[in-house]
T-cell receptor, first 114, second 116 residues
Framework: GENVEQHPSTLSVQEGDSAVIKCTYS??????FPWYKQELGKRPQLIID?????GEKKDQRIAVTLNKTAKHFSLHITETQPEDSAVYFC?????????????FGAGTILRVKS | EPEVTQTPSHQVTQMGQEVILRCVPI?????FYWYRQILGQKVEFLVS????????KSEIFDDQFSVERPDGSNFTLKIRSTKLEDSAMYFC??????????????FGPGTRLTVT
């Protein structure tokens, strides 16, 4: 089955700097790659996603890149702010007509120091 | 904006007891999921549900677990005889307002299950 590895496990950056989180996946059939942000005790919130027919997607300060050949995808956050501090999870799935099981990475604790 | 809701927010139960966790998915969604997250760990898939039946389940989802959509709005997870290791946050998620849009999953706030 699918396996998703995520690095680093913790990341500390200064406010205003960029943060990059990387994930690799094992199943070449995976075609959907979302990123979730989870604050302490809260639900995972979808912040950006990318499908396998696209190499890059951007939404204001966040962007995701996908390299299908190498089976890795990355989250980029620019101009980090203290409110970006949270746990970020990547996930992969091979969406099919009967459902879309998400396989999550282990998470990255992002700390933005002001 | 519509959201997935879950009740209760926290459930404490004794080992061996049955629990039912309840979820109300987003109203026009067609796909429903349960995930769990043990404290400090990653989110793990339990089961997906589509067209009134289980479409996929993980190894975690053994005979002690069952899901049901008893009416047009609720989606429930039942654990028949809880074990200490069932203690976790359980998240319901839903997706797919159309059959061809089953990708983006929206999570509920979770139910924290504590088994003593």
């Amino acid at each position: 089955g699918e396996n998703v590895e995520q690095h680093p496990s913790t990341l500390s950056v200064q406010e205003g700097d960029s943060a990059v989180i990387k994930c690799t996946y094992s199943d070449s059939a995976s075609n959907y790659f979302p990123w979730y942000k989870q604050e302490l005790g809260k639900r995972p919130q979808l912040i950006i996603d990318i499908r396998s027919n696209v190499g890059e997607k951007k939404d204001q300060r966040i962007a995701v890149t996908l390299n299908k050949t190498a089976k890795h995808f990355s989250l980029h956050i620019t101009e980090t702010q203290p409110e970006d501090s949270a746990v970020y999870f990547c996930a992969a799935s091979s969406g099919v007509w009967y459902g879309n099981k998400l396989v999550f990475g282990a998470g990255t604790i992002l700390r933005v120091k002001s | 904006e519509p959201e997935v809701t879950q009740t209760p927010s926290h459930q404490v139960t004794q080992m061996g007891q049955e629990v039912i966790l309840r979820c109300v998915p987003i109203s026009n969604h067609l796909y429903f999921y349960w995930y769990r997250q043990i404290l400090g760990q990653k989110v793990e898939f339990l089961v997906s549900f589509y067209n009134n039946e289980i479409s996929e389940k993980s190894e975690i989802f053994d005979d002690q677990f069952s899901v049901e959509r008893p009416d047009g709005s609720n989606f429930t997870l039942k654990i028949r005889s809880t074990k200490l290791e069932d203690s976790a946050m359980y998240f319901c998620a839903s997706s797919g307002g159309r059959i061809d849009a089953n990708y983006e999953q929206y999570f509920g706030p979770g139910t924290r299950l504590t088994v003593t």
